[in-house]
């Protein structure tokens, strides 16, 4: 075994509670491991597979492999009776942009629950991915989820590197940092403008989309892809010419988006038929959100203390200031406000790290700061912070250094169950605002 | 406040792309939405070997670009770029020649003539396996930047309202026959436009397990929009082509402020 990073903790769990959830489930040679979140500790355990497992954890592992096949995320008792009608939504279908369904019971107005149907657009990714050079697969998995892209090749490489001992310089780990941040503000604001339209705030989701296409194009400008696509490589990034002066350009080109950001959050904050649309609106209470595994923006505005830039703080994130932005109000209104308040840390965070960024001769500490490398199985895995949350990749190399296993472990997908929990009891208009909020991608759960 | 946004929007000034009124900037067309545009022969097999998507062909200098995913691998064998004015000199001694970017026109019962949409157009988007960025990329043309009612376009949730279907993704098993059945249900006339390398050819999904079959083997196929993502003004251009506004030459395959 390799050096442990004093993040990550090697221990049985014999059971797992609300404050240790279970985050991925996988098979290397014929052992199951289980990677576990502290939520208490803020730390992640590698462990064997605890004995005892929750119904969600359960649907979530069995619907892992299957291609082709639709999949109802179905948990907890039926509902039946009198006046009870249920009906499908989708795949096609108006307001979900993606091919992805629902399954809606309801009872006059309300609704009763939520079945979200899934894996219409399986593509098998990690399955698809083995055998292959880890060159090769980096374009598919940079492909499983477009708009997370950055996190997914970034992830995937980091922990090909892992496993490899390479040297990366720090300049390359500092500059996926800067790419990850730009993919978390244009994500949040295409979730402030779908919410905006759906409540037909024409100004705002004019002005949010301005600043998401304004951000594309710095993309565009400063990594040659509006999606961020295909500047990662193994071992070190594409960019490497960044200068002083064209950092400089990006450090203004972000301050003006600040700026305009900021007249735009003042100009919703002062919108009374906006804030009464988002406030009490699909509340996800604290214990279900925990008992569910809810991960990212939509966990933290449930007061869940979580984000892997600082529980699992590879390097940038352990040199530079980061705040977990959290929120107690459990609604709508408060996962709009913890993805405001992020886009406003990621534009600091930015300024940082454009700032300081180490020159291209400074090697980064191998993998003692990185994540974990486990020898002998040639296994390794990492957690990044995507815009919709923690994303898990598990990869493992045979000898010739392909690829003999592939897991990931998207955010989306352990966030559908927390979203139809949210919409229990809620009125069937709350809908489009709820899927907005919880910024769901059918692709990243379908990989 | 109402008085702050309408000073603002005078100060922002108009955002909206000139285009089709004069050329896309360089800033609407990315880097990375330019194929390969050259090569010197002795470089053709190394690229053949290189390339994910076999999107050069065989012992031939065509490269097809439905199939290219804009990964600039084979840049590393010698493929020449449009970026870089070093380049274009070299493409003076290689030789390529391009696949047709448009593998077919506005076809069957739409002579070259018809002006049937010119004046109002509306454009159903479905998706049936993509990774998100195709989508993204078509409803971005509804942002203030593209603005495309002021063209006469407008997007419609219905299949029965709907003139064009924009299908973007990777034909997946499970969405064949809602891609049929939405065909179906939309009224004469109608086009169909396939979006990215994933409808058009599979693109790096090709592969997978699930996949079906290009756009054009399930349903008629009109206009192709190349890219991975295509970038919103490249859609445009495939949705004015529908529309009869814009000529097939004026998309020049591979050129800077072409597609
Ligand atoms: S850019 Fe990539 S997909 Fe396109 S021809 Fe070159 S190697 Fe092939
Ligand atoms: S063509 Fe590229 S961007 Fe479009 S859906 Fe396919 S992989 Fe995604």
């Known amino acids: 075994m390799g050096l442990i990073p004093s993040f990550i903790e090697r221990k049985d769990v014999a059971e797992s509670s609300d404050s240790i959830q279970i985050s991925a489930i996988f098979e290397i040679e014929g052992r199951t491991l289980a990677l ?84 219409f657009k399986k593509r098998g990714v990690e399955h698809k991915a083995i055998g292959m050079k880890p060159e090769d697969a980096l374009l598919l998995v940079e492909r499983s989820a477009g ?71 710095i993309n565009a400008k400063y990594f040659g892809h509006r999606y961020l ?76 203390d979580w984000d892997d830039r600082i529980t699992y703080p590879i390097e940038p994130y352990n040199d530079i200031f980061v705040e977990i ?72 190399l045979d000898k010739e250094g392909y690829i003999k296993f592939l897991h990931i472990r998207p955010p989306s997908l352990v966030n559908w169950l927390p979203f139809a929990k949210s919409l229990e009891g809620n009125v069937f208009t709350d809908f489009q605002f709820a899927y907005e909020s919880f910024g769901l991608s059918y692709a990243d759960s379908d990989r | 406040m109402v008085k702050f946004w309408i000073l603002h929007g005078i100060k922002n000034g108009i955002l909206t792309t000139k285009y089709p009124k004069k050329k896309p900037t360089e800033e609407e067309i990315p880097a990375r939405s330019v194929p390969p545009f050259a090569a010197p022969e002795s470089n053709w097999i190394q690229g ?13 200098n065509s490269l097809d670009l439905g199939r290219c995913i804009y990964c600039r691998r084979c840049s590393d064998a010698g493929f020449i770029f449009d970026d870089n004015p070093e380049d274009r000199h070299k493409s003076l001694q290689a030789k390529i020649s391009q696949n047709e970017l448009i593998r077919k026109e506005v076809a069957g019962i739409f002579s070259k003539k018809t002006n049937i949409f010119r004046k109002s157009f509306h454009i159903l988007m479905i998706d049936v396996g993509s990774c998100n960025a195709c989508n993204l990329e078509v ?32 034909l997946n098993k499970a969405m064949v026959d809602v891609l049929k059945q939405t065909y179906d249900s939309m009224p004469e006339p109608k086009l169909v436009i396939s979006i990215g390398a994933c409808a058009i050819s599979g693109g790096i999904f090709k592969e997978t397990e699930s996949f079906v079959s290009s756009i ?36 020049i395959p591979g050129s800077k402020g072409g597609l």
């Open chain 1, 36 to 119: 576990l979140s502290d939520i208490e500790k803020k730390r992640t355990i590698l462990s064997t597979v605890p004995s005892k497992l929750s119904e969600e954890a359960d649907i979530l592992l069995k619907s892992e492999e299957k291609t082709g096949a639709q999949i109802n995320l179905d948990t907890g008792s039926k509902v039946e009776g009198y006046g009870v009608f249920s009906f499908s939504y989708g795949p096609v279908s108006a307001g979900v942009t993606e091919a992805g369904g629902f399954k809606l019971i309801t009872y006059g107005e309300r609704i009763v629950k939520v079945v979200p149907q899934i894996n």
């Open chain 1, 147 to 217: 708009n997370f892209s950055a996190s997914y090749s970034t992830c995937f490489v980091t922990t090909i590197e892992n496993i490899l001992g390479l040297q990366v310089s720090s300049r390359s780990r500092w500059m996926r940092a800067v790419a990850i941040e730009l993919e978390r503000i244009y994500n949040h604001l295409h979730v402030f403008a779908r919410l905006s339209e759906t409540a037909t705030q024409n100004v705002a989701a004019a002005e949010a989309n301005v600043l998401k296409e304004r951000v594309l194009r």
């Open chain 1, 229 to 304: 696509f295909g500047f990662n490589r193994i071992g070190s990034v594409y960019q490497n010419h960044f200068t002083k002066d064209r950092r400089k350009d990006l450090v203004n080109d972000i301050k003006n988006i600040t700026r305009d950001f900021s007249h735009l959050v003042t100009y919703f904050l002062s919108s009374r038929i906006f804030l009464d649309r988002l406030q009490n609106t699909a509340r996800l209470p604290h214990l279900d959100a925990l008992k569910l595994g809810a991960v990212g923006p939509s966990a933290r505005a449930s007061a869940i």
């Open chain 1, 325 to 396: 932005e959290t929120e107690d109000e459990e609604d709508t209104m408060s996962r709009t406000m913890v993805r405001i308040r992020e886009i406003q840390s990621s534009m600091l965070m930015l300024e940082q790290l454009l700032d300081r960024m180490p020159s291209d001769e400074t090697m980064s500490d191998k993998t003692s700061d990185n994540g974990l490398n486990y020898m002998q199985d040639n296994f390794s895995f990492c957690r990044i912070e995507s815009p919709s949350g923690d994303l898990i990749q598990v990869v493992q």
């Open chain 2, 48 to 60: 053949q070997e290189t390339c994910p998507t076999d999107a050069i062909e065989n012992n031939t």
């Open chain 2, 139 to 170: 409803l971005n043309l509804s942002n203030p930047y593209y603005d495309l009612t002021r063209l006469g376009i407008f997007f419609t949730n219905s299949p029965k309202h709907a003139d064009v279907l924009v299908v973007v993704g990777a």
């Open chain 2, 216 to 251: 054009d083997k399930v349903i008629p196929v009109d206009v192709t929009v190349p890219g991975c993502p295509p970038s919103p003004i490249q859609i445009l251009q495939g949705l004015l082509l529908c529309m009869n506004k814009i000529e097939k030459d004026e998309r």
